[in-house]
T-cell receptor
């Protein structure tokens, strides 16, 4: 299995709602990532998990809360979002290593969740 | 931090012609440079990558070159086909405390016309 899956494909939510995005991979990767992508822009890194521990938070607002319950799953909990948070949310995974081996590990992306905040 | 510039932002070529996309990066510590293709409504797909100890890499119609001294790398697509039409992103990678942090270029919209 060489695939990263994401659910749901589309999500519409109000500013007072609480929702979650889910990501799953079965490639044995121990690094997982959340990216945000606005239209006609490159992906922007939000969070990185390494061995189920948060290793990078790119100063993301607290209304986004990541969770990595096990090595195959990654969640993004959403609460009190703003309309400007509407975007494509991408999950990715890669092997993990140490030193330069980590540097060279390919990241594989899922298809994304298209989020619309009303 | 790392900064990656990408040119051109749009590129139109005739089917069968070659396409070249260029990127520059700022952090001399970056050592891994992947290229992604993103079709409409899909996630980015890795198409080729190059590591700092290699100057050129080729995979069928796609090639990437790297000049570490000048801090730039390029994607070359030969014999373009309509299915090559997509947005292409270059990226550069630096070591972090965990995971592999990619910094993306701004993207190139490639259109292959019949």
């Amino acid at each position: 299995d060489t695939e990263v899956t994401q659910t749901p494909k589309h999500l519409v939510m109000g500013m007072t709602n609480k929702k979650s995005l889910k990501c799953e991979q079965h490639m044995g990767h121990r690094a997982m990532y959340w990216y945000k992508q606005k239209a006609k822009k490159p992906p922007e890194l939000m969070f990185v998990y390494s061995y189920e521990k948060l290793s990078i938070n790119e100063s993301v607002p607290s209304r986004f809360s990541p969770e990595c319950p096990n090595s195959s799953l990654l969640n993004l909990h959403l609460h009190a979002l703003q309309p400007e948070d509407s975007a494509l949310y991408l999950c990715a995974s890669s092997q993990e290593g140490s030193g330069r081996r980590r540097l060279y590990n390919e990241q594989f992306f899922g298809p994304g969740t298209r989020l619309t905040v009303l | 931090g790392e900064n990656v510039e990408q040119h051109p932002s749009t590129l139109s070529v005739q089917e069968g012609d070659s396409a070249v996309i260029k990127c520059t990066y700022s952090d001399s510590a970056s050592n891994y440079f992947p290229w992604y293709k993103q079709e409409l409504g899909k996630g980015p797909q890795l198409i080729i990558d190059i590591r700092s100890n290699v100057g050129e890499k080729k995979d069928q119609r796609i090639a990437v070159t790297l000049n570490k001294t000048a801090k730039h790398f390029s994607l070359h697509i030969t014999e373009t086909q309509p299915e090559d039409s997509a947005v292409y992103f270059c990226a550069a990678s630096g070591l972090t405390g965990g995971g592999n942090k990619l910094t993306f270029g701004t993207g190139t919209q490639l259109k292959v016309e019949l």
